[in-house]
């Protein structure tokens, strides 16, 4: 039996994480201060908890009879992460004594994190999740995409849903909400009260009163207020400008759907642990270092081997010998976990900003779980987990600008509402950006994603149905709306530079790319060109904006000219063969390149004279032969390949070489971004309907200003000409 299927014992655990999490909020409420910048003192949160696994040592090792009492308190939680196939139970008598330390937190946090422990019924964290799913259900007005998860990044699954047949196919569920159970909450499309009915839905499952979480209702009507029925317009004003003056406004707050809330709690916990204090001995962190796969050590757990028994001699062992190496490594002290349920685990939960920081967390502390990701060809796990969330990040139609107006910071300047964007924060797509370059730097990650890995059907990417298609075609798509996102409203020079990075590292690989992957390609370098070419006119001090990426000028230049040795790139005489759809997309805009590379100024001759012959060749081919369709015309370049690489032979210049590739490193004080980024996901993800923060006193992150401010207000009429001149209806063919 597992203790964790004890509603009692379930709950238990799951507050003393939140108190954990509280007692650690300390580093909340006072301006934050990484370990590289602090005195001889030790940083206060991880004083409390060394202390506390010193003091579990000393009594272990002076007084067995304490030890033995603090082993029966703690043997729930460790029994809680067992191997299910394994035959004892939490009540058996231990056979070693275990204490509270470093390995055995994170051994275990990291193994639910894989099983993902589900709330039994009838406890408390059952009851908030069903609350949660009928607050959305009775709602109505999310929308879900085919894979059964939200749209909207303030509602958001804590794990993938397992997906149904009919979802799999493409075909989205109406009007059902999985309630938890196997059954279906049913949406009839009428006027409800949120409260009362999600009330009632959870009173009727529970079979006792329980105290109803007033905090959870608060959220649900700040992330839902946002609905297009006229009959709600007034209650959604009143509750919008109601929830914007108080201290919920501060922050941008997510409905958590969650079946494994202590599985996510634990994840934050380690976070909290693995990125503080770490200029200093962290030996959370230490010990995540000697992380290992404990399928080579200790067997498959599919054999249901029985457990070894624990053999403790005083006397010296010689070393084992394998094939006649000498086995150096202290195995009683490494971190084993199985990565290849780690690995599949991540896949379930890395569209989360939990999931996405934990795995960054592990590549940069564990040499080994990071080699084991290089190795794999099937990358595609965590890849397109990532992209689904980067893809709903990037979408136009999602710009809330009616819902909070624009508003002024204390300079006076127009600044961006965190609250329009489609994400929930910035930070999350920087953590997104970096995993794919990390991806992106092993040089046969591109190759796999063009050549091995191929998704039969993307079913989440709106705008054309996408089958048959090879990874790197979905990276491409997805890096080109964000990037064409990023140009047109949020101007990031961080996430602008990253993004193209990684569009470079794919570019010597790129081969078979789908042919609406390079019509998109195409068609947002004459965009950004175009775009290019008017701000260069316009600028008066040209040399120098175009160099400074955080200029318009200069970000249009630098993604102009990245796009270019791209598609210069994919002629080269070696990569040409496999991109006949990058050629024909040329062919199909070779007015418009005409006409851009007229002005001789604005590219290099190296960037434009194989391009322009190879489109010209190619287009006097298709010609000849009067191809007038696009099959007709893909058959004659393939036919005429000769001719082509005959072509880009004579353009063939001296660029970059083939193993030359952007690579991230870490910044040299990581937590001044890490630590308040995983405060801010525990405050407004993970915690946000269960804890009751102050945010008014949070100091560790930055808030969002208060929007009744009448003094941070633009007038109705300067903020309607805000909002006009930053959507995109101007340029919303550039958008994927």
């Given at each position: 039996m597992d203790a964790l299927d004890t509603p009692e014992v379930y709950d238990t655990v799951v507050l003393s994480f939140q108190l954990l999490l509280v007692?650690?909020?300390?580093?909340?409420?006072?301006?934050?201060?990484?370990?590289?910048?602090?005195?001889?003192?030790?940083?206060?949160?991880?004083?409390?908890?060394?202390?506390?696994?010193?003091?579990?040592?000393?009594?272990?090792?002076?007084?067995?009879?304490?030890?033995?009492?603090?082993?029966?308190?703690?043997?729930m939680f460790y029994a809680s992460s067992r191997d299910s196939n394994s035959q004892s139970s939490f009540r058996d008598p231990p056979t070693q004594v275990r204490v509270w330390t470093p390995h055995s937190v994170l051994e275990t946090?990291?193994?639910?994190?894989?099983?993902?422990?589900?709330?039994?019924?009838?406890?408390i964290a059952h009851y908030y999740f069903i609350m949660a799913q009928s607050a959305v259900a009775v709602r109505g007005r999310e929308m879900r995409s085919p894979d059964g998860m939200y749209e909207s990044p303030l509602v958001v699954h804590a794990a993938a849903p397992n997906l149904s047949p009919m979802a799999e196919s493409g075909v989205s569920p109406e009007g059902s909400f999985s309630?938890?159970?196997?059954?279906?909450?049913?949406?009839?499309?009428?006027?409800?009260?949120?409260?009362?009915?999600?009330?009632?839905?959870?009173?009727?499952?529970?079979?006792?009163?329980?105290?109803?979480?007033?905090?959870?209702?608060?959220?649900?009507?700040g992330a839902l207020v946002h609905g297009k029925g006229q009959r709600d317009r007034r209650l959604n004003t009143a509750m919008t400008k109601r929830f914007n003056s108080t201290a919920y406004g501060r922050t941008k707050d997510v409905l958590w759907l969650s079946d494994s809330i202590l599985a996510d709690l634990g994840s934050c916990?380690?976070?909290?642990?693995?990125?503080?204090?770490?200029?200093?001995?962290?030996?959370?962190?230490?010990?995540?270092?000697?992380?290992?796969?404990?399928?080579?050590?200790?067997?498959?757990?599919?054999?249901?081997?029985?457990?070894?028994?624990?053999?403790?001699?005083?006397?010296?062992?010689?070393?084992?010998?394998?094939?006649?190496?000498?086995?150096?490594?202290?195995?009683?002290?490494?971190?084993?976990v199985n990565f290849e349920l780690l690995f599949e685990a991540f896949g379930r939960t890395l569209h989360t900003e939990v999931g996405a920081l934990l795995l960054y967390t592990l590549i940069q502390a564990s040499p080994s779980f990071a080699e084991s990701l290089v190795v794999r060809s099937d990358l595609d796990t965590l890849v397109l987990p990532l992209c689904r969330t980067l893809y709903f990040a990037s979408q136009s139609n999602a710009y809330m600008a009616k819902d909070f107006s624009s508003h002024r910071n204390s300079l006076g300047s127009t600044i961006l509402d965190i609250r329009s964007c489609p994400f929930r924060s910035q930070s999350q797509l920087y953590v997104?950006?970096?995993?794919?370059?990390?991806?992106?730097?092993?040089?046969?990650?591109?190759?796999?994603?063009?050549?091995?890995?191929?998704?039969?059907?993307?079913i989440w990417?709106?705008?054309?149905?996408?089958?048959?298609?090879?990874?790197?075609?979905?990276?491409?798509?997805?890096?080109?709306?964000?990037?064409?996102?990023?140009?047109?409203?949020?101007?990031?020079?961080?996430?602008?530079?990253?993004?193209?990075?990684?569009?470079?590292?794919?570019?010597?690989?790129?081969?078979?790319?789908?042919?609406?992957?390079?019509?998109?390609?195409?068609?947002?370098?004459?965009?950004?060109?175009?775009?290019?070419?008017?701000?260069?006119?316009?600028?008066?001090?040209?040399?120098?904006?175009?160099?400074?990426?955080?200029?318009?000028?200069?970000?249009?230049?630098?993604?102009?000219?990245?796009?270019?040795?791209?598609?210069?790139?994919?002629?080269?005489?070696?990569?040409?063969?496999?991109?006949?759809?990058?050629?024909y997309s040329l062919v199909y805009h070779?007015?418009?390149?005409?006409?851009?590379?007229?002005?001789?100024?604005?590219?290099?001759?190296?960037?434009?004279?194989?391009?322009?012959?190879?489109?010209?060749?190619?287009a006097l081919l298709i010609q000849e032969e009067s191809a007038r369709s696009a099959p007709r015309a893909l058959k004659v370049l393939e036919v005429k390949m000769d001719v082509l690489k005959s072509a880009a032979e004579k353009k063939k210049k001296k660029g970059r070489s083939d193993d030359f590739n952007y690579t991230y490193e870490e910044d040299s004080d990581p937590e001044t971004f890490f630590v308040p980024y995983v405060w801010e996901v525990i405050v407004c993800v993970v915690t946000s309907s269960t804890i009751e923060w102050e945010k008014n006193e949070i100091r560790a992150f930055a808030l969002l200003e208060p929007m009744d401010d009448p003094s941070q207000q633009l007038p109705p009429e300067e903020a309607s000409?805000?909002?006009?001149?930053?959507?995109?209806?101007?340029?919303?063919?550039?958008?994927?």
């Open positions: 007692l650690c909020g300390t580093q909340l409420y006072q301006d934050f201060e990484s370990s590289t910048h602090q005195d001889a003192g030790r940083n206060h949160m991880h004083s409390i908890l060394e202390e506390l696994f010193q003091d579990a040592a000393h009594a272990d090792s002076d007084n067995s009879k304490k030890a033995e009492m603090d082993t029966r308190n703690l043997r946090c990291l193994k639910w994190q894989i099983r993902r422990p589900k709330a039994p019924e009838h406890s309630n938890g159970q196997g059954g279906d909450i049913q949406n009839t499309g009428q006027r409800h009260n949120v409260i009362f009915d999600a009330t009632k839905g959870v009173l009727t499952l529970s079979s006792s009163i329980i105290l109803l979480p007033f905090r959870l209702m608060s959220l649900v009507y916990f380690v976070l909290l642990l693995a990125n503080n204090n770490r200029r200093r001995t962290n030996p959370f962190r230490t010990r995540l270092q000697t992380l290992v796969d404990n399928r080579w050590d200790h067997g498959f757990e599919s054999m249901n081997l029985p457990d070894l028994p624990i053999i403790e001699s005083s006397k010296s062992i010689s070393s084992p010998k394998c094939n006649g190496v000498l086995d150096t490594r202290d195995q009683a002290n490494e971190l084993t997104i950006i970096i995993l794919l370059l990390v991806f992106s730097q092993d040089p046969s990650f591109g190759r796999d994603a063009f050549r091995r890995i191929n998704v039969a059907t993307v990417y709106k705008e054309r149905h996408l089958k048959h298609i090879n990874l790197g075609s979905v990276l491409f798509l997805t890096l080109l709306r964000s990037l064409m996102f990023n140009l047109q409203r949020l101007q990031d020079p961080f996430l602008l530079s990253n993004t193209c990075a990684i569009l470079m590292n794919l570019a010597p690989s790129v081969a078979n790319m789908h042919e609406y992957a390079a019509m998109r390609l195409i068609s947002v370098t004459i965009s950004v060109m175009k775009r290019h070419a008017k701000l260069k006119a316009s600028s008066q001090n040209e040399n120098s904006e175009e160099e400074d990426i955080t200029t318009p000028l200069g970000m249009y230049s630098e993604v102009a000219n990245n796009l270019l040795s791209i598609i210069t790139d994919c002629l080269s005489p070696r990569m040409i063969e496999g991109n006949l759809h990058v050629i070779q007015a418009d390149f005409t006409k851009i590379f007229k002005d001789k100024t604005l590219y290099s001759s190296k960037k434009t004279d194989r391009l322009l012959s190879i489109t010209q060749t190619a000409v805000s909002v006009s001149n930053s959507s995109f209806e101007g340029g919303g063919e550039d958008l994927v």
